[in-house]
T-cell receptor, first 114, second 116 residues
Framework: DVKVTQSSRYLVKRTGEKVFLECVQDMDHENMFWYRQDPGLGLRLIYF???????EKGDIPEGYSVSREKKERFSLILESASTNQTSMYLC?????????????FGQGTRLTVV | AQKVTQAQTEISVVEKEDVTLDCVYE???????LFWYKQPPSGELVFLIRRNSFDEQNEISGRYSWNFQKSTSSFNFTITASQVVDSAVYFCALTDGSSNTGKLIFGQGTTLQVKP
């Protein structure tokens, strides 16, 4: 059974803290993505990675960074958490170079910044 | 620029009713892919269907059917004889044709509530 696993379902952090969201996939996929989901806005792409140590900004990268040291793991980093980063974060993976392959999603991390 | 619009924010139906979720997209690419995903209360997005821009044939899978019309840039999703388990948020998505990375552009989502 293919899987994308996010390290936490719920997180509560304080303003200014450095926050790490971890994502692991077991499908040997090249592509990995971090999306943010907010009511009325759908899912918006924060960053994606198409290979180890390779990354590109998505539509809303401000305030975030990412790390991909191993193919199966893609981390999202909030350098200094702010209340406007309270949201649901979804990680996904898909095959490289195949637009017609669906993305597989993790269960999401609901982050609250207080 | 690519864009996906799901104009229906919330839909509420009674069990066994048919319901159609609308999806309208914009793209300048000649080759693109459209998707529907379901997000149950558990949070994980579940893939339902993929359709490429060269295949306008409608598809039926059990109680689910999809109507793809390039002429109106629409990819609508119909659930026949809805059930309570169909209650979820449904997202329509479009691939970004500028690369081969599989980046998805999502609509705003439609929350479907099926009442018993």
């Amino acid at each position: 059974d293919v899987k994308v696993t996010q390290s936490s379902r719920y997180l509560v952090k304080r303003t200014g803290e450095k926050v790490f969201l971890e994502c692991v996939q077991d499908m040997d996929h090249e592509n990995m993505f971090w999306y943010r989901q907010d009511p009325g806005l759908g899912l918006r792409l924060i960053y994606f990675s198409y290979d180890v140590k390779m990354k590109e900004k998505g539509d809303i990268p401000e305030g975030y960074s990412v790390s991909r040291e191993k193919k199966e793991r893609f981390s999202l980093i909030l350098e200094s958490a702010s209340t406007n980063q309270t949201s649901m974060y979804l990680c996904a993976s898909s095959d490289w170079g195949t637009e017609n392959t669906e993305a597989f999603f993790g269960q999401g991390t609901r982050l609250t910044v207080v | 620029a690519q864009k996906v619009t799901q104009a229906q924010t919330e839909i509420s139906v009674v069990e066994k009713e048919d319901v159609t979720l609308d999806c309208v997209y914009e793209t300048r690419d000649t080759t693109y892919y459209l998707f529907w995903y379901k997000q149950p209360p558990s949070g994980e997005l579940v893939f339902l269907i993929r359709r490429n821009s060269f295949d306008e044939q409608n598809e039926i899978s059990g109680r689910y059917s999809w109507n793809f019309q390039k002429s109106t840039s629409s990819f609508n999703f119909t659930i026949t004889a809805s059930q309570v388990v169909d209650s979820a948020v449904y997202f329509c998505a479009l691939t970004d044709g500028s690369s081969n990375t599989g980046k998805l552009i999502f609509g705003q989502g439609t929350t479907l509530q099926v009442k018993p």
